[in-house]
T-cell receptor
Framework: EAGVVQSPRYKIIEKKQPVAFWCNPISGHNTLYWYRQNLGQGPELLIRYENEEAVDDSQLPKDRFSAERLKGVDSTLKIQPAELGDSAVYLCASSSIRGRETQYFGPGTRLLVL | AQKITQTQPGMFVQEKEAVTLDCTYD???????LFWYKQPSSGEMIFLIY??????QNATEGRYSLNFQKARKSANLVISASQLGDSAMYFC????????????FGTGTKLQVIP
């Protein structure tokens, strides 16, 4: 069974530029999560989807961050415009049964904003 | 509010020895789940072990076991027979209903296995 797929693995951009990350969850997993992990810290939830519905986006900085999961499968997280403080690892995870099961993570996207 | 505390920023262990990584949590919800993840330098979070608050026995998965002390609100990870490949960051995490199933992670412990 394929795991959570993320792309790109690395991204370097200049501040004020837009950037997008893509995630394909494990097949059959209805719940999808986007996390941000700053250096030396644990992951922090940005947004959680159940199918195509965003059920928890309280931690998403909505002035510059947006996300979508149009068909309830893969998802895209966008930052526009990026700021220096957005440099982090962006992790995608998925789980089954409305998030009550274990979350499985993708390899993450390492973003560096110059 | 959820809270996960990992008080050990770094730990060393000799190869083939056992090591305990500490984790304490705080929740007022009687129903919750506790997780441990391993994050090697490659960056991927690898699920290791899960303990439910109503589970009667401590969880075990191969060389990993969870020392669950409910009254003390602790969920320490025990790794037996450490291997060089165990060197990584280890994160404790919790999910509870009052957090709307949101998983909160601790700050992690960096484990280094010495040959």
């Amino acid at each position: 069974e394929a795991g959570v797929v993320q792309s790109p693995r690395y991204k370097i951009i200049e501040k004020k530029q837009p950037v997008a990350f893509w995630c394909n969850p494990i097949s059959g997993h209805n719940t999808l999560y986007w996390y941000r992990q700053n250096l030396g810290q644990g992951p922090e939830l940005l947004i959680r989807y159940e199918n195509e519905e965003a059920v928890d986006d309280s931690q998403l900085p909505k002035d510059r961050f947006s996300a979508e999961r149009l068909k309830g499968v893969d998802s895209t997280l966008k930052i526009q415009p990026a700021e220096l403080g957005d440099s982090a690892v962006y992790l995608c995870a998925s789980s089954s049964i409305r998030g009550r099961e274990t979350q499985y993570f993708g390899p993450g996207t390492r973003l560096l904003v110059l | 509010a959820q809270k996960i505390t990992q008080t050990q920023p770094g730990m060393f262990v000799q190869e083939k020895e056992a090591v305990t990584l500490d984790c304490t949590y705080d929740t007022s919800d009687p129903s919750y789940g506790l997780f441990w993840y391993k994050q090697p330098s490659s960056g991927e979070m690898i699920f290791l072990i899960y303990q439910g608050s109503y589970d009667q026995q401590n969880a075990t998965e191969g060389r990993y076991s969870l020392n669950f002390q409910k009254a003390r609100k602790s969920a320490n990870l025990v790794i037996s027979a450490s291997q060089l490949g165990d060197s990584a960051m280890y994160f404790c995490a919790m999910r509870d209903k009052r957090g709307y199933q949101k998983v909160t992670f601790g700050t992690g412990t960096k484990l280094q296995v010495i040959p």
